[in-house]
Structures are given as structure tokens and as C-alpha cells.
């Protein structure tokens, strides 16, 4: 295997687990370990879980444990380290009183090399939850990475602009929280994930739940993993727990769209070039060259 931060020389096998939540964090703590470890000895490079996979998503998240919590990640970041398999996981994560709805990124060596924060909030999330404040953007075996969360696909700026420093892979955890009537209706790429991958020339990888989440309420599946040329090249059900996995060859993820935008209209240049700046301040990364 590759170091962490390494770049491989060979396509990246990505994973996304589509789950059923479970009542516990233990529970759901343990379906993710298992996960982890099952992909590792298939040598999966990455694995994506969904929005909150640690907690499940239609609960109170006042009443959830800061400490369970913790104690379980640090158990997820093990399993990571054991399996040498990256890992993106949903989870509540806590600063003094504030909670956060976060995704964290653990490289192959178990180390957390970035934490997401859903910015855009649903009325549900901001019942518990604080919004981040700053774009994701982070590397994987070499490759430079960014992430959305759920109701974020509505905002594309929040892809674009990663895409623009660099990224080629988007990561997208979901927690479907819907009647199943509107669940049915997101089916086979009717949820704009697609057209995102196509717009910005990169991969899109898409993890949600699936299943009844009580209230009547359903999440739809119909994970996904998109190529920059529009092809989905691996497509869950609506009602199975399961992974799906396709190999990824980073060059076909040109970033072709989101760098001609930075050089036309000439107008804007400068003010693109303005908003990535703030957004590497941000994010704490080093100017590139120009593509």
C-alpha cells in the first residue's frame, strides 16, 4: 500500500456504503468498522459513509452523548489505520457548546486530515446544529479532494469553486429524510448529481441511506458513483444496504469547465481569483499555478 499523501500510479478503487441507520451509535459504529475492514481486504482505496452515519440523521442530536461520540470515531480511525483504506464518515462533531453536522476524512494511517461542516442548514439541522464555514478541500493518496454534505447539492458555488483550486473528486454524504412518494421521484439521477459531475469535468461520489428512518419518512438510496463524462458507473437500490464501488483514473478528471470559467468572461477574472484566495486562506493551502 501507499503512504498517506502519497500519489498512486494506478486508479483509485472508491466505495460508497449505503446504510441502513441503526437506533445506537455503537450499533451504527460497528456497521462502519465492519464496512471499513470488508473493503480493506477487497483493497478499496476509499470508502464514503453518509450524512451522520454515526448517529443516524432523524433523531435528536441534543440528547446524543459528546462522548460516545468521540470514543466512537476514535474507534472508526483505527479501523481505517487497520484496513489502510481511507475513510469518510458522517458525524455530529463539538466545539465548547457548538455542534456541528461534519464530515471527517481519515487517511490510511487512521489520521484525520480534514473535517468538513455543512454551511447550508436545513430547518431540521439548524434545530442542533451550527453552520461551518469553509469550503472543503483536502487530499486523498496524492489526489486533491473536496466534499458537500446532503441539501448542499443546491449549492453549486460550494463545488465549483474547490474545483477550481484543484479538486477531482467530489464526496457527497446524504441522510434522505423524506415521504416516500418525493423518495421515489430521486431515482436513476433525477437529483442534479450528474449534471454537477459534468459541469465540473471531475468525480462525483455519492453515499446516502436508505430504508424506512421513522415518521413516515424514507430515504431514497440510489448511491452513486459518476464519472466526469456523465457515466454512472455504479448505481445502488432504493432498499438494500450495501457498497458500491468503481475504479477511478484521476486524468479523466480534467477540471476542463471550472478552468476555462476562471480565464472567461474576462470581467470576472479578478474577481474569481479574489474568492479563491479567501478560500485558501481558509482552508489553510498553498497557492497553486495557474491551469
Not at 460508497?16 to 473493503?39: G, K, Y
Not at 448511491?223 to 458507473?233: D, G, R, Y
Request: charged share 30%; aromatic share 8%.
Amino acid at each position: 500500500m501507499n503512504g498517506a499523501g502519497k500519489k498512486l500510479s494506478r486508479p483509485l478503487t472508491v466505495a460508497a456504503a449505503q446504510m441502513i441507520f441503526r437506533p445506537t451509535v455503537a450499533e451504527n459504529r460497528d456497521r462502519i468498522i465492519s464496512i471499513i475492514h470488508e473493503l480493506g481486504k477487497a483493497r478499496v482505496d476509499i470508502v464514503l459513509f453518509p450524512e451522520c452515519a454515526l448517529t443516524g440523521y432523524n433523531r435528536d442530536f441534543s440528547a446524543i452523548d459528546r462522548t460516545d461520540v468521540e470514543s466512537a470515531l476514535k474507534e472508526v480511525s483505527g479501523a481505517a489505520k487497520e484496513a489502510t483504506c481511507n475513510v469518510l464518515v458522517g458525524s455530529p462533531t463539538f466545539a465548547g457548546r457548538k455542534r456541528f453536522n461534519s464530515l471527517l476524512v481519515f487517511n490510511r494511517r487512521g489520521r484525520e486530515v480534514f473535517r468538513y461542516s455543512k454551511i447550508h442548514l436545513t430547518e431540521r439541522d439548524a434545530r442542533f446544529f451550527t453552520p461551518g464555514d469553509k469550503i472543503a478541500f483536502f487530499h486523498l493518496d496524492g489526489i486533491p479532494c473536496t466534499a458537500i454534505i446532503c441539501h448542499e447539492r443546491r449549492y453549486p458555488e460550494l463545488a465549483r469553486l474547490p474545483v477550481m483550486l484543484g479538486a477531482q473528486i467530489i464526496f457527497h454524504p446524504n441522510a434522505g429524510l423524506d415521504s416516500f412518494a418525493v423518495s421515489k421521484t430521486k431515482r436513476r439521477g433525477r437529483d442534479g448529481i450528474v449534471v454537477r459531475a459534468f459541469e465540473n469535468a471531475v468525480y462525483y461520489i455519492f453515499a446516502n441511506s436508505v430504508g424506512p428512518q421513522g415518521d413516515d419518512l424514507w430515504s431514497a438510496g440510489d448511491s452513486k458513483i459518476v464519472s466526469p463524462q456523465s457515466e454512472v458507473l455504479a448505481l445502488a437500490d432504493n432498499r438494500s444496504e450495501t457498497c458500491v464501488r468503481a475504479e477511478l483514473d484521476p486524468s479523466r478528471a480534467s477540471r476542463k469547465y471550472a478552468r476555462e470559467a476562471l480565464e472567461q468572461p474576462v470581467f470576472l477574472r479578478r474577481s474569481w481569483r479574489a474568492m479563491l484566495e479567501a478560500c485558501r486562506r481558509q482552508v489553510r493551502i498553498k497557492r497553486r499555478p495557474r491551469t
